[in-house]
């Protein structure tokens, strides 16, 4: 474990708390994508499957589960809650996410590190991940009003995957680990795509102003 | 097998 995969692991478990805490309290779910929440869903369980196979740390085992809870508890909030379901933005959460899962797991059948089941699901939560934040990005484009805990929450989910790379490269000199080329392919694509949104959200906080995307 | 990354990483 280094300082880098620790500050992401924490950014990472900060942002589905902090989203959890914004529906509890507010009883609200607008600006939140349940696309994107879903898609999460199908990256940890595809990514988490070895939690019953290998035991790596005692950490290990309990991020997992705080991931894969969280995130199953955030659709139930969004899809089956009286009250935060009604606040869901039906009519602009309109991306086809499950246009992306063949194409991601497709690749996975053809690019992995080894071809068998374990291998092509974690590779295939890998690319899945990448893109799962689409339909959050978009639907922030068309929300007028981002509130705080929304952007705090897409900074901290972007921030965990760039402090992975740094991880990453830290792992490579370092501990003299292998090349891994999908996790570095992969994560590079998905803090990519988080680009121009952490530019409005710098802005944004250096002007403190509020968090606008152009449309 | 030593090739594959270690999935240590969440």
């Known amino acids: 474990m280094n300082i880098f995969r620790l500050a992401g692991d924490m950014s990472h478990l900060l942002s589905v708390i902090l989203l959890l805490l914004k529906i509890r309290t507010t009883k609200s779910c607008a600006g939140i994508s349940l696309k994107t929440q879903e898609l999460y869903v199908v990256v940890f369980l595809a990514r988490y499957l070895n939690l019953f196979t290998r035991y790596y740390s005692f950490y290990n085992t309990v991020m997992k589960l705080v991931f894969i809870a969280t995130s199953v508890c955030i659709v139930w909030y969004m899809r089956f809650h009286k009250v935060v379901k009604q606040t869901y933005n039906k009519d602009l959460d309109t991306f086809r996410h499950y246009v992306v899962i063949p194409p991601c797991f497709l690749l996975a059948l053809l690019v992995h590190h080894e071809f068998t089941v374990m291998e092509v699901l974690w590779t295939f939560s890998l690319y899945l991940e990448a893109v799962a934040i689409l339909p959050q990005l978009i639907l922030l484009q068309r929300t007028r009003n981002i509130d705080n805990l929304t952007g705090n929450y897409i900074f901290l989910l972007g921030a965990y995957r760039a402090l992975y790379l740094l991880n990453w490269i830290y792992r490579f000199f370092m501990e003299k680990a292998q090349a891994r080329w999908i996790s570095w392919i992969s994560g590079l694509v998905q803090t990519a795509l988080y680009a121009d949104f952490f530019y409005y959200y710098i802005k944004s906080w250096k002007n403190n102003e509020k968090l606008k995307l152009p449309a | ?10």
């Open chain 2, 1 to 10: 097998n030593p090739k594959l990354p270690q999935k240590d990483e969440l």
